[in-house]
C-alpha cells in the first residue's frame, strides 16, 4: 500500500497561492465596483465585478494614498492586480497594485502626447513665464461662478490684500463647454478690465472632470494672455496641461490667491518698522544738528574778540599774583637769614649758653617724672590684672557661689557618683567649713 501525502490546510493554502502567482504575476481587470469599505487602518476593501462573476479585492493604504477620487460603489474601473489566496479564509483575493476609472488609461496618454508636444514648441519653456506684479490693483478670476474655488479665493484676498479689485469672468468648468469658454475669458477679461493678473482655478475631480483643462487650446490661450497667469487647479497632486503653460502654478485655488498678493499683514509690518527706522533715523539728524550748532558756538565763542580781550586780562592778572609770590619769597628768605645770624649772635654770648643748659636740664626732669609715673601706672594696671586671674582660678571662689567640693576618704576628689558606693564615707568641702557624710541610694536611679 502506498504511503498518502497529507497536507494541513495552511500548506495547501501556500500551494496554491504560489502558483497563482508564479501564473498570474500581475495582471489588468475591468469590472464595477461593490461593498465599498475604507476602515479606520486606511486600506480599501470592495469586490470586483461583471454581469457573470465577482473577486474580492484589497487596495493598501501605501498604494491607495494618491488614487483621487476614493471610488464608490457603481464605479466602473480599470485594476492592475496581483492574483493570490487570502489564507485566513481559504479565498480567491487580488491584492490591487494600480486602480483608475474606466477610460483614463486613454486619457493620460493623450496627456502625455500632448505634453511633450507642447514641451516640445517650448510653450513651457521658463524663459517665458511672466513675473507676478508686486502689488496689483486689479486681480482677474477666472473660474465657476458657484463653484467652493471662487469662494476659497475671495476668502484668500479678503484676508491677504483686500486692497485690489476682484473682476470674475465665470466660466464652466467641466464638460465639452469649458475649454473655449476658458478660452473667451483669457482673450476678453483683459480687455474689460485692467487686471495686474489672472487666476485660473477649479475644485479637485477626477481626471475626466478636470480635462478641459488639458485641452490645447486653453495652453496656447495662457501664453496669449496679455497678463500673466497663476494656475490653480485641483489639488496638490493634481496636474494639468494648464498648470505647465502657467506663469505659476499653484496647488490649489487658495494657494493661487496666495501666490498672486502680497500679505497685507506683512506690508503693515513693514510699515511699522520704517516708520520706526525714519524716526530714529531723524532723531539722530536732529541730534547731529545739535551737537554740530553747539561746536560751531564753541569755535565762535573761542575766536570772538570779547574772549581774547578776556584771555589777556586772566593772563595779567596771573603776572601780577606771581610777582607778589615772588616778592614775598624773597621778603621771607631774607628774614629767615637775619634770624638765622641772630640766633647765631646769640649763642656766642656765655649767658644765652646757661639759659639753654638750664631749660635743658629741666625738660629732663620732666621727663624722668612723667616716666616714673608712668611706669607706676603701667605695673599697678598689670597687678590687678594678675589678682584678676588668681582670684578667678581660686577653688574656694568657685565654692562662694554655692558649689561643694566631695572627697573620698582617702583625699581623692569625686568626679564620678560611679567611683562610690552605698555606706561609703565622704568629706564636702564648702566655702566656710566641712562636714562628714555617709552615701545612701539615690531612689530616683533606674
Not at 155 to 169: D, F, I, K, M, T
Not at 250 to 261: K, M, N, Y
Not at 375 to 392: C, Y
Request: include cysteine; aromatic fraction near 4%.
Amino acid at each position: 500500500m502506498n504511503a498518502r501525502t497529507v497536507y494541513a490546510v495552511s500548506e495547501l493554502a501556500d500551494i496554491l497561492r504560489g502558483l497563482l502567482e508564479d501564473s498570474l504575476p500581475s495582471v489588468w481587470v475591468s469590472g464595477e465596483i461593490s461593498n465599498f469599505s475604507r476602515p479606520a487602518s486606511g486600506h480599501w476593501y470592495f469586490t470586483l465585478k461583471d454581469d457573470r462573476a465577482q473577486l474580492r479585492c484589497a487596495m493598501f493604504k501605501n498604494t491607495n494614498y494618491y488614487v483621487r477620487p476614493q471610488p464608490k460603489d457603481g464605479d466602473a474601473v480599470l485594476v492592475r492586480a496581483k492574483v493570490g489566496i487570502y489564507q485566513a479564509r481559504g479565498e480567491l483575493q487580488m491584492i490591487v497594485e494600480h486602480l483608475e476609472a474606466a477610460g483614463t488609461g486613454a486619457l493620460l496618454r493623450a496627456f502625455e502626447q500632448l505634453k511633450a508636444k507642447l514641451a516640445a514648441e517650448g510653450l513651457f519653456d521658463a524663459a517665458l513665464k511672466r513675473p507676478l506684479p508686486q502689488t496689483p490693483r486689479v486681480i482677474g478670476v477666472i473660474t465657476s461662478g458657484t463653484g467652493a474655488a471662487l469662494q476659497d479665493i475671495l476668502n484668500a484676498l479678503a484676508r491677504r490684500w483686500p486692497l485690489a479689485e476682484v473682476a470674475l469672468y465665470p466660466v464652466p468648468v467641466q464638460g465639452k463647454e469649458a475649454p473655449p469658454a476658458i478660452v473667451r475669458a483669457l482673450r476678453e477679461l483683459p480687455e474689460r478690465a485692467p487686471a495686474d493678473v489672472i487666476l485660473l482655478a477649479r475644485g479637485g475631480g477626477s481626471l475626466e472632470d478636470l480635462w478641459a483643462f488639458n485641452d490645447e487650446a486653453v495652453a496656447r490661450a495662457i501664453r496669449a494672455c496679455l497678463v500673466p497667469v497663476v494656475s490653480g487647479v485641483g489639488h496638490e497632486i493634481d496636474f494639468t496641461i494648464a498648470d505647465f503653460a502657467a506663469d505659476v502654478r499653484a496647488a490649489t485655488p487658495t494657494a493661487a490667491a496666495e501666490l498672486a498678493t502680497p500679505d497685507i499683514a506683512e506690508r503693515y509690518s513693514r510699515v511699522d518698522t520704517l516708520d520706526i527706522n525714519l524716526i530714529g533715523h531723524i532723531q539722530r539728524r536732529i541730534q547731529q544738528g545739535r551737537e554740530q550748532a553747539l561746536q560751531l558756538g564753541g569755535r565762535l565763542q573761542r575766536l570772538h574778540p570779547g574772549r581774547r580781550l578776556q584771555e589777556r586780562a586772566q593772563r595779567l592778572d596771573e603776572l601780577d599774583q606771581r610777582l607778589r609770590h615772588a616778592m614775598q619769597m624773597r621778603l621771607a628768605a631774607k628774614r629767615d637769614a637775619l634770624t638765622i645770624r641772630s640766633k647765631r649772635f646769640e649763642a656766642a654770648v656765655p649767658l644765652s649758653r646757661l639759659i639753654q643748659l638750664r631749660e635743658r636740664l629741666r625738660l629732663l626732669a620732666d621727663r624722668l617724672q612723667r616716666g616714673g609715673r608712668s611706669t607706676l601706672i603701667e605695673r599697678s594696671v598689670r597687678l590687678r590684672q594678675a589678682e584678676a586671674l588668681l582670684n578667678s582660678l581660686n577653688p574656694a571662689a568657685v565654692l562662694e557661689r554655692g558649689y561643694a567640693l566631695a572627697m573620698s576618704a582617702d583625699g581623692r576628689v569625686l568626679r564620678d557618683g560611679g567611683t562610690v558606693a552605698a555606706g561609703d564615707r565622704v568629706r564636702v568641702r564648702l566655702a566656710r567649713g566641712s562636714f562628714s557624710a555617709h552615701v545612701v541610694p539615690d531612689p530616683t536611679d533606674g
